[in-house]
């Protein structure tokens, strides 16, 4: 048998999906599965994106200019717009996800062998993408009983060499939920402005930040507009996954160019996301304001239940919707495989992310996990309590 690449073998399989083979094999059992694991809403799309899909009047499904439709991009510059940020349509490339955006940017803006800083815990499919990017991840931790707070400047400069060429940052984060305060920001816009780097700024969750928690993005930051590159998708803000539309945004031209040559390369952003996310941006606050505070229930749902559990340490998260918390366990892997596997409670279990799979440090976060609190309030009180059976079970073999 031909033998695959080296980049790709060493590229890890996600942490979210890893132990989806378990848990068909619990359903198929017949075990019921709450999904913690994923970042999927259950929240209802809107109702004028499912309209527009409904009601598609083209008679051919053609290509999009590979930027994106210009209407599209015009209703995104409205919408930074509304966040006091000013961004012209050529500004903005219309893209297949935020995951598109990413690795589209690492390309444009990286040469093989190049260095990026990012936090430990990460999103794992920056790893990934980097990997595929021919780059280099280098990262500071951060630590759950600082919430995941950035550190101080120095540990970023410690990290920079002469191969060092962006910092990455996730705002509000994912995996762990926090929110980088304003100092948090101005510090990451003193060091890529001191050491000519760009500033990667993954802004998926801008939405949805809690507890009156002041949110400042990388586009409001002076004097940094040729470093800033922003990545941003529907997906999360308009409860449409599926639809695989995203953004790459940026002041700097060559950045923008850059990326449109990617997006040429591969013809058209999907032309049916683009019709949908068009509509949903009619959505505006009357949608995402009840959303938001839907979510927020749900936060302080979990968090309440979790503070119940014995030995359960969990970070509050002030933005996105998801929860890392420590477990009274050596190997949160071994206890994610097990509550597939091996455990159910009155024909009921819960899948969660190892939270090992979003660390680069080696054996880093091996007692912790990645809840998304997607799910409806009773549906999370009930896996919580599955989770406090399954501690009280697994510890006690």
Request: proline share 5%; hydrophobic share 40%; aromatic share 10%.
């Amino acid at each position: 048998m031909v033998k695959t690449s080296d980049r790709i073998n060493g590229i890890a399989n996600s942490p979210i999906r890893k132990l989806t083979p378990l848990a068909d094999a619990a359903k198929a059992r017949g075990v019921k599965v709450y999904h913690l694991n994923i970042g999927q809403p259950d929240i209802r799309t809107p109702q004028a994106a499912i309209d527009a899909l409904r009601h598609i009047d083209r008679t051919v499904l053609e290509y999009s200019p590979s930027g994106g439709f210009l209407s599209l991009r015009e209703k995104i510059a409205a919408y930074y717009s509304g966040y006091g940020m000013s961004y012209a349509p050529d500004q903005i490339v219309v893209t297949a996800g935020a995951s598109e955006a990413v690795l589209f940017s690492f390309i444009a803006c990286l040469d093989p062998g190049d260095e990026i800083i990012t936090t430990d815990p990460t999103y794992a499919n920056y790893i990934a993408f980097a990997a595929a990017a021919g780059v280099r991840v280098r990262t500071v931790l951060t630590r759950i009983e600082d919430g995941f707070a950035l550190p101080h400047a120095s540990e970023f400069e410690k990290m920079i060499t002469p191969a060092t060429r962006a910092i990455l940052i996730c705002n509000p984060n994912n995996p762990s939920g926090t929110l980088y305060s304003p100092e948090e920001m101005r510090m990451l816009a003193g060091i890529v402005r001191d050491h000519d780097l760009f500033l990667f700024s993954d802004e998926v969750y801008r939405e949805f930040v809690y507890d009156g928690a002041e949110y400042l993005s990388a586009g409001h930051l002076s004097g940094v507009d040729g470093n800033v590159v922003i990545f941003d998708s529907f997906s999360k803000r308009y409860s449409e996954c599926g639809i695989r539309i995203g953004a790459v945004l940026s002041k700097n031209s060559h950045v923008i160019e850059g990326v449109l040559k990617l997006g040429q390369a591969r013809l058209s952003p999907p032309l049916l996301g683009q019709i949908v996310a068009e509509a949903s941006c009619s959505a505006g606050r009357e949608y995402l304001d009840p959303v938001i505070e839907e979510y927020d229930r749900r936060r302080k749902t979990l968090l309440k239940g979790l503070e119940g559990i014995p030995g359960v340490v969990a970070a509050v998260p002030s933005g996105a919707f998801y929860v890392i918390a420590k477990l009274p366990v050596d190997d949160a892997d071994r206890f994610c495989a097990w509550c597939l596997s091996d455990f159910e409670y009155e024909g009921e279990t819960v899948m969660m992310a190892p939270a090992s799979g979003f660390y680069f440090t080696q054996g880093a976060g091996r007692s912790e996990v990645r809840i998304a609190y997607v799910l409806e309030e009773k549906s999370l009180e009930r896996a919580v309590l599955l989770l406090s059976k399954a501690l009280e079970k697994y510890r006690s073999r």
